[in-house]
């Protein structure tokens, strides 16, 4: 019986976030739009990622990396002005969602984007790839849960959301 609770518990909370999350959200990323300086957010963002205590162990600069390779593939558009990805891992968040299912590897390391698109330099996006919370077990359901929570109260901060 406390089991069955527990489950439904859980599955209020699951249902609760994606009731608010927004019908025209994606299941598989969240995504923010703030009015402010690249620079700037990118910085609020590592202050997030770094005053949790984790450590960015790479900075993707995927814009860099397209506008250098655009003539190779034959590119017609320029899709960002800048776009980069940081990288890193949470120790403890991850060691239960590997130990409640070790296929849970696939959600590490985490990854927090940030763009501006072509055209519209003042608009940064900032977001995260969401790990996938409605299948495997309650423990691994609740250990993916608190890496998105995770996630999303770094992102929040960083564009003083919270």
Request: glycine share 6%; with cysteine.
């Amino acid at each position: 019986m406390r089991r069955l609770i527990s489950l439904a518990s859980f599955f209020l909370i699951v249902l609760g976030a994606m009731a608010s999350a927004g019908a025209d959200e994606a299941p598989h990323f969240k995504l923010y739009t703030i009015k402010a300086p690249f620079a700037e957010v990118k910085q609020d963002v590592l202050d997030a990622i770094t005053g949790q205590g984790f450590v960015v162990d790479f900075n993707g600069n995927i814009g860099q990396m397209l506008d250098r390779t655009a003539e190779d593939v034959g590119a017609t558009r320029r899709v960002y002005d800048k776009a980069e990805l940081l990288q890193f891992c949470s120790v403890k968040a991850s060691r239960e969602a590997f130990e409640a299912d070790p296929a849970n590897l696939i959600f590490c390391p985490y990854v927090i984007v940030l763009y501006t698109l072509h055209g519209d330099p003042a608009s940064v996006h900032v977001g995260y790839r969401r790990p996938i919370v409605v299948v495997g077990t309650l423990e691994s359901r609740r250990a993916l849960l608190q890496i998105e929570v995770l996630l999303d109260g770094i992102v929040r901060e960083a564009l003083d959301l919270n």
